[in-house]
C-alpha cells in the first residue's frame, strides 16, 4: 500500500489522561463526549441513530464492526445521533447483498468521527474500573496539549439536559387516523421501533415537541400518554417532570421507556444517580417481580433510580430489578394508571420477552381511559 493510501492515524484522550493511537474511520476531525461501551454483538446501526446516544462516544465491544454494511430500514430516527466512534477492527467493505451503503461511507456521509484500532477490550476495563468519563477523538490533531484543552471543553453529561437537541421541532401523527385508541406520546429521543409497536396494536400516535405543555397534548383528547427515551441527565428535565406530574394528577394512563421511567419515577418523589459506568448492550437480564419470570433486555442508561423500598414510598411499587446488579428496572404506580420500565422492549435482542408491556399499556388504556369510559 502507497503511503497516501494508508489510513490515516487518529488519537483518544480519556479525562484521566489515558491516551490511545488508532487509525481514523468515518470523517476527519475532531469530537468530544461521554466515553460509553455497548456489548451488543450486532445492531450497531441501531444504537448509532438511537437519539439516547445523543453526546456520547461509543465502544462497540464486538472486534468486528461494518461487516455488514447499512440499510435505511435499521435507522432509529432520521440520522446519526452519538458523536464519535471507538472500535477495534472496522470493516470498509461488506457481504449483506440489500445493504445501502458500507458504514464508512455512511459514516462519512453524516459527518462522525471515530478511531479503530484500538484495544477495546483493555479500554473497557479500563471503563469499568474507573467509571464513566469524557474522552475526545481526533483525526487531524496529534499534539497533547491541543487536545487536552479541547477535552476541556467537553461538557459534562451530569446536569446536562439533551432532549431538546434530538426532540422533533413539529408536532406529526404515525397510525391510521380513526385508530381505536390516541396515544400522545412526549418526545425527548424516541426511537422509531417504540412508535412502530404502538401502531401495530392500533394507536393513532401524536407525537409532540419535548417542552409542549400538557394543556396543549389534552387538546387532542388521547387515550393514553407515552414518555419517551432520550439523552442527557433526567434530573435537568424538568419540563417532563411537570408534565407528567400534571398526567398524574389527572389520572391519565401512561407508559414510560427508559428517560420515560427516569421522569415517572422523578415526578413521583424518587431520586436519580448517575451510574459507575451504566447499563448497555442486548443481554441484561430482568426479573418481573410479579410473575418470577426473567427477560432478556436490550439497555441503554447512565442514570438510574435510587433504590427504595415498596413500604416507605406511598403508592409506588417496585415491578422489576435487574439480575446483574438489582438495580431498579420498573416501578408503577398503584393509585393511578401509570408504570414505567428502564430497559427498551421495542428493541427485542433475539426474544420479544418484554413486548407485552406495551399490550399491558393498551389494557391499561382500554380500563382507565376517561375517553373510553
Known amino acids: 500500500m502507497s503511503k497516501e493510501n494508508q489510513p490515516k ?46 453526546g456520547q462516544i461509543i465502544i462497540n465491544t464486538h472486534p468486528h464492526i461494518g461487516n455488514y454494511g447499512t440499510h435505511s430500514q435499521e435507522d432509529e430516527s432520521d440520522g446519526v445521533k452519538f458523536s464519535g466512534l471507538i472500535c477495534n477492527e472496522f470493516s470498509d467493505i461488506h457481504s ?39 474522552c475526545l477523538i481526533s483525526s487531524e490533531e496529534s499534539e497533547a496539549e491541543k487536545l487536552k484543552k479541547a477535552l476541556d471543553k467537553v461538557p459534562s453529561m451530569d446536569g446536562l439536559e439533551l432532549s431538546s437537541q434530538v426532540s422533533t421541532k413539529e408536532i406529526y401523527d404515525l397510525g391510521t387516523d380513526g385508530g381505536e385508541i ?5 418526545d425527548l429521543g424516541v426511537k422509531k421501533s417504540i412508535l412502530n409497536n404502538l401502531v401495530e396494536r392500533g ?24 414518555i419517551s427515551n432520550g439523552p442527557g ?19 391519565i394512563p401512561l407508559f ?12 413521583s418523589g424518587l431520586k436519580t444517580f448517575k451510574m459507575h459506568h451504566g447499563h448497555r448492550g442486548l443481554n441484561h437480564p430482568v426479573k418481573n417481580l410479579a410473575l418470577g419470570t426473567s427477560e432478556i433486555t436490550s439497555q441503554n442508561h447512565g442514570f438510574n433510580v435510587e433504590e427504595f423500598k415498596d413500604k ?27 408504570f414505567s420500565v428502564q430497559y427498551h422492549p421495542e428493541a427485542s435482542p433475539g426474544p420479544h420477552d418484554s413486548r407485552y408491556l406495551f399490550d399491558q399499556f393498551i389494557d391499561l388504556i382500554k380500563k382507565h381511559s376517561p375517553n373510553k369510559k
Open 9 to 54: 492515524k487518529a488519537y483518544l484522550l480519556l479525562e484521566d489522561g489515558s491516551f490511545f493511537e488508532g487509525k481514523a474511520l468515518g470523517d476527519i476531525g475532531t469530537v468530544g463526549g461521554e466515553i460509553c461501551f455497548n456489548t451488543g454483538m450486532t445492531g450497531y446501526q441501531e444504537i448509532y441513530t438511537d437519539p439516547s446516544y445523543y
Open 256 to 267: 414510560g421507556i427508559c428517560l420515560g421511567h427516569q421522569i415517572l419515577s422523578l415526578s
Open 233 to 251: 441527565d433526567p434530573a435537568s428535565t424538568t419540563y417532563a417532570v411537570d408534565f407528567v406530574q400534571k398526567v398524574l394528577e389527572n389520572k
Open 312 to 338: 416507605d414510598s406511598k403508592n409506588l411499587e417496585i415491578t422489576h430489578i435487574n439480575l446483574n446488579d438489582n438495580t431498579i428496572e420498573g416501578i408503577k404506580r398503584t393509585d393511578v394508571p401509570a
Open 96 to 134: 449483506r447483498e440489500d445493504a445501502k451503503e458500507s458504514l464508512q461511507d455512511y459514516l462519512e456521509r453524516q459527518k462522525i468521527v471515530g478511531i479503530s484500532h484500538v484495544d477495546t477490550r483493555g479500554l473497557v476495563r479500563h471503563i469499568r474500573n474507573q467509571g464513566a468519563m469524557n
Open 182 to 186: 390516541r396515544v400522545a406520546v412526549l
Open 203 to 226: 394507536c393513532l400516535c401524536r407525537v409532540f415537541p419535548h417542552d409542549t405543555s400538557f394543556e396543549d397534548v389534552m387538546e387532542w383528547k388521547p387515550d393514553g400518554i407515552f
